[in-house]
């Protein structure tokens, strides 16, 4: 295919948003494992059968005898009766069909190593890994926390865990110490698998000191497990600190998978809510299995002998669980698992990866689409991208421009684009096109899946014709999340209140077309989505004021080019601060209490903040100010001359670097 760039590109995108839509090319569809859109109807008329079918796909010790049971709503059970285990299914099960020597992971670190980890290693290192766990204390239901790079070792921790039924607390390595420190107690973790540095950029992080710090004072915490990747030197507590490689040596090769019930927890993630307490979303084992098995195999037409799957999302976060771990190894699945960022050590590496493992399969987020698109097509135009394809966008609404660059400069123009839709809680996508029926709209995650039931609904729960409204969830599904850790009720609040027991209230505003097909418009509530990382503004505002100068602050959403939104502070100093060149201290405090993914982009000093007269902070003005938009009403306001104080503040403001 000649390849295109320049004006010419922007003339040929141009054109491209005239195009309706984009149909699955004949060869795609007709080898596509799902090709006949009469599954919708067949799913429709027997949800539970339904599931029933694609439950059958996993090995079970015991078969369940009930698929749901619905009674305690919102609290679901998926196959009752049910006995099964996760690293069974992700590992062993391919080694004793003969596929040993399958890979897993092509690994690929930050400075260009190899590694070719394959189901046979992985089968070694996870039940050596499951022994050293048991040896250190853990059993059935203890949380283990694991804060790892991504390195090959994580895996193994998630699947050790796995094997022998503790849940895995996984928080993402671009957290900060902190962070990890408040996910450990709220889960009252006993272990945390860690390491001794992780490689960012070429520079190395020395995690494991780092760690030491915050964790000392944890009560639960009897042990850390520490990987050695970098060779940073640490520090090892005698008795408390363990080294990973010195355990797995000494561990027994063997460790039986222990079958557990279907409902047994499988992992806690922590995302955050309206509030600044993170939300521990609980997943249990036999669901969330069938629900990302499902969803790997039909939505990506995983064919594991010839394909080669590519997720570039970060284990910590639930895509890389779903769609990193679980959903592809379920499917003996060859991946690609990469240590480093889009653009380290140069624009030209995924692209060059992906010509390397011939990767055909493709899945990342539009925030970097977005930045690619902003280096140019000449990086993926030297490469050749020809293994590619299908292709796929998750975590934010994708702007039809960067879908159709997309699917022209990388996909070449013949590979299914499919958008999905899904969240930490639902645990397995639930809205896409199907790459082989589809015919993809660009920006449109279209319709919920088979088995699934999504609706758009007004303020009074109404399904709406067409129009914006409220996305719903109507019927339970088998990777739906459980509850949250140790909070029931904040989870009954949360997801369930609005409209009643039966109705999943997701978070997100939607709009029905003509059609019927379905576009996410994004978040209702006080979440903000970074570069597809999810941060709740309560969340970054406690960590600003407690800075030591601040009085207060106010966090709100902006609409960004490349990250989607971006974080706008506006903050009040404590009386007298002289607040010049305070900008990246607040961004550096930020970055020490979260991380550096909620440090917010542009930092607006003043002594006003619009308020109601009940002293309400109204960010919803807040937010026109930010996008420099006309204000909407300020009648209720206690004060209407802050606003335009605060209008002249921001006028020649710039934002941060980086
Ligand atoms: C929120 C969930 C699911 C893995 C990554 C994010 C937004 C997710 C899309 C999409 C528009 C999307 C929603 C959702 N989102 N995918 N395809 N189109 N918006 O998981 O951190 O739990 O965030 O991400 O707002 O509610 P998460």
């Not at 295919?1 to 984009?22: N, P, Q, R, S, Y």
């Not at 692209?351 to 993926?380: D, Q």
């Not at 014709?465 to 989870?491: H, I, N, S």
């Amino acid at each position: 295919m000649t390849k295109i760039t320049g004006t010419d590109l922007a003339d040929h995108l141009d054109a491209l948003l005239e195009v309706d839509a984009f149909p699955p090319p004949e060869s795609f569809a007709q080898a596509a494992l799902w090709n006949d859109p009469a599954i919708y109807a067949e799913a429709d008329a027997d949800p539970e059968g339904w599931w029933d079918r694609h439950a059958r796909a996993l090995h079970w010790d015991e078969p369940w005898h009930t698929v749901l049971d619905w009674s305690d709503k919102p609290f679901a059970k998926w196959y009752l009766g049910g006995k099964i285990n996760a690293s069974y299914n992700c590992v062993d099960r391919h080694v004793e069909a003969g596929n040993g020597d399958r890979v897993a992971f092509y690994w690929r670190g930050e400075e260009g190593e190899e590694r070719a980890i394959t189901y046979a290693w992985l089968l070694e290192q996870v039940q050596r890994a499951a022994n050293a766990l048991t040896s250190l204390g853990v059993g059935p239901g203890d949380v283990v926390g694991i804060y790892l790079p991504m390195i090959p070792e994580v895996v193994v921790a998630m699947l050790a865990c796995a094997r022998i039924g503790a849940p895995h607390n996984v928080v993402f390595g671009g957290f900060a110490v902190e962070a990890v420190g408040e996910r450990m107690a709220e889960s009252e973790a006993k272990v945390l698998i860690t390491v001794d540095g992780a490689r960012r950029r070429g520079k190395t992080v020395p995690v494991k000191r780092e760690i030491d710090h915050t964790l000392g004072t944890l009560p639960s915490m009897a042990h850390l497990l520490v990987v050695r990747h970098t060779g940073t030197e640490c520090p090892m507590t005698a008795g408390r600190d363990v080294d990973w490689d010195q355990a797995l040596a000494a561990a027994d090769p063997l460790a039986p998978a222990t079958p557990f019930d279907a409902e047994h927890p499988l992992f806690i993630l922590y995302t955050s809510g309206s509030t600044a307490k993170p939300k521990g979303i609980l997943h249990t084992t036999g669901g969330y299995l069938v629900g990302t098995a499902y969803t790997t195999k039909y939505l990506f037409d995983l064919h594991p002998e010839t394909d080669v799957f590519w997720c570039s999302a970060d284990v910590g976060w639930i895509t890389g669980h779903s769609y990193i771990v679980y959903g592809p190894m379920l499917n003996g699945a060859t991946s690609v698992m990469y240590e480093g960022a889009p653009d380290y050590p140069d624009r030209a590496t995924w692209w060059s990866t992906v010509e390397r493992y011939k990767v055909s399969i493709f899945y990342t987020a539009p925030t970097a689409i977005r930045a690619c698109m902003s280096w140019g097509a000449e990086e993926p135009n030297k490469h050749d991208l020809s293994s590619l394809r299908l292709l796929g966008s998750v975590g934010e609404p994708i702007n039809p421009k960067a879908w159709l660059w997309y699917h022209q400069i990388i996909g070449g123009g013949t590979c299914p684009v499919i958008d999905t839709w899904w969240q930490t809680e639902t645990g397995q996508i639930m809205i896409s096109p199907i790459p082989g029926i589809t015919a993809a709209k660009p920006g449109c995650a279209m319709r919920a899946l088979p088995g699934i039931s999504a609706e758009v609904v007004d303020n009074a729960g109404n399904p709406i014709a067409e129009g914006q409204g409220l996305l719903v969830l109507r019927r339970p599904w088998p990777g739906m999340l459980r509850t949250l850790y140790k909070d029931p009720k904040r989870f009954v609040a949360s997801y369930w209140s609005r409209f009643g027991p039966d109705t999943y209230v997701v978070g997100d505003a939607a709009r029905l077309d003509a059609d019927g097909d379905i576009w996410i418009l994004g978040r209702t509530d006080d979440v903000i989505n970074v570069a597809g990382h999810r941060l709740s503004t309560a969340e970054v505002e406690s960590a600003i004021v407690s800075h030591p100068k601040v009085a207060e602050a106010a966090v709100v959403a902006k609409d960004d080019e490349i990250t989607g939104q971006a974080i706008v502070a506006f903050v009040t100093p404590v009386e007298g601060t002289d607040t010049d060149a305070m900008d990246q201290e607040i961004r550096d405090h930020v970055a020490e209490h979260i991380g550096k993914l909620a440090r917010p982009k542009r930092i607006i000093w003043t002594y006003d903040l619009p308020k109601t007269r009940s002293g309400k902070i109204m960010r919803r003005l807040l937010r026109d100010i930010a996008a420099g938009r006309e204000l909407g009403d300020v009648t209720t306001l206690r004060d209407p001359a802050v606003t335009d104080r605060l209008r002249t503040l921001i006028a020649d403001r710039r934002d941060s670097e980086d």
